[in-house]
């Protein structure tokens, strides 16, 4: 070998081990077959989500390689795939270490169907669920690995079903509860093998179908060394029947015991669905109320209730409002690979009650709802760039902005659960240029002088907003957000008359109030829409600071 040969094959040598890398392995399965999920976006993150590490796509066999020099520190793997639920895995991180992560992805439900999952450590081998049912009118009367299906009669045909069964540590092992009758279904956790709960990091995420998010409740098993202690009582599923209405409900336990007939008190109770029969009292009532609006964009920036504008980190799919009535999610995708910046590409209603329907809005695809043949009053109406929810006075405005989704949403029923309240972690402050720019940023990133001259033709928080995804991104889709988004945000608010129905005439609807700005009913002027408040007014910021609904971009931030 030539001395040359020999120089480069050092250097070559040298260049592989300065290059190689750590890594972190997603593996993918779904939650309810335990098949792989191929083209899933497994995303690493630190557990406050303020720093993106990298991302990759699940292959064949839904495995994803995501190269990184590991920290001893917490990270955030989330896991996001079309017609899933997102799902998050926090794992603490080896210096210097390739760590492999098994991520299960559960299927979307239909409105009323409730979904637990199981996973564990290494220790006890083997975790088995229970669901007992009580009643004589059901197949059998216990789910589990010897009976893993359960029915009764009705249409659709209620079911539990033991859907994954694993024996040799981890999981998933995967119940599904499906149109239930009225009774209480206790869910349990027993220690097939040997072993105590103690140390076997065993968790349960409950998926439901009346909201398009992700898990609805994470239990973690409770520190317990008794060797004797093999049963978790985690929750109880609990199906209520008053004047022609179906509740169902979860009411949580969360306790460690010796013996499955041990009876305790529940430690909380959580609603999750009501359906009525369009006949009863509940669908042949108008429910109105004092109006709230709110409306995201961009990366996504979320004008909340409180009319306060704040920017979350959101992958995946969020919940943006969830209430008795209806339930709106928006599934949000990275814009590139180096900001981790992400806009939305998909919003998801689900109506809950007397017309139980979901619907899908994606870029491009705005379809109509399809009711149900006797939905009566809650009858759905799609009118352009608008769905009306007449029964209960709401309106949703969703608008294409490029690739991406702009919407605004109007309604008494604010008082829930969602991002609409708020940012459920890391918070961005959308000011900080500074900090904005010492952040990984996109190739092609505005400068800010570039950024604030972009953005000179929206105010307020709508201004912040653009300048900070101009800065982070470089994607000037992002100024036309900004512009729809404050069309949007004023459109919506405008109220509507209900059309005719069946069941009951139109009436007008009572102006609402709007943190003080009065919002005017239709003056006869012209038919009530948006051009009707806006003419007079020399701009779209004029009409705004006119109204006092939002502030000048130089003054205290919010929507005061």
Known sequence: MSGRSFVQLAFLALLLVGCSHA?????VKNAATNEPVVGALCTLRSRTESVLYGSATTDAIGNATIA??????????????PNYYVADDIFVGSAGSSVQRSV????FLNITGIRAVLRWGQYPTDLDSHVFINDTTWSCQEVYYSSKVCTNQGVPQPSISLDVDDTTSFGPETVTFSALPPGRYPYWIYIYSSGVFNGSEATVEIYTGATGAGAFRLFNVPADSDINNKWWHVFDVVVTAEAQCTSVSIETFNVVVNDSVIETAPTGSYFIARTCRTESSICNTRVTGAWKTCGTFGDPHIVTWD????????????????NEWFSLGMTNVQVDSVSGATATTSIQLIYKQCNALSLTITPGNFPSPTNAIDAGLHAIRKVGNNLYMDAINTRLQVRDVGDYLVFGLSTPWWNGTGICNGCPGDELNTTDYSGILGRKRAVNAYTLPQAQTACAGVSGFFYDACVFDLLTTGNDTFVQQASVATTTYAEVQVP?????????????????????????????????????RFDGHNSMSDFFLE???LQPHNSVRGIE
């Open 23 to 27: 890594s972190v392995t997603c593996l």
């Open 547 to 549: 109204t006092g609904m």
């Open 68 to 81: 990184v020099d590991l920290l001893s520190q917490d990270y955030l793997l989330r896991v996001t795939a």
């Open 307 to 322: 009319r306060v504008g704040i920017t979350c980190r959101a992958v995946g799919t969020s919940l943006l409002v969830d």
């Open 496 to 532: 509507f008359l209900p059309t005719n129905s069946p069941k009951a005439p139109p009436a007008p609807q009572a102006a609402p109030q709007q943190g003080g700005v009065s919002v005017p009913t239709n003056s006869g002027k012209g038919d009530g829409t948006f051009q009707d």
């Open 104 to 107: 299960p992805l559960s299927p």
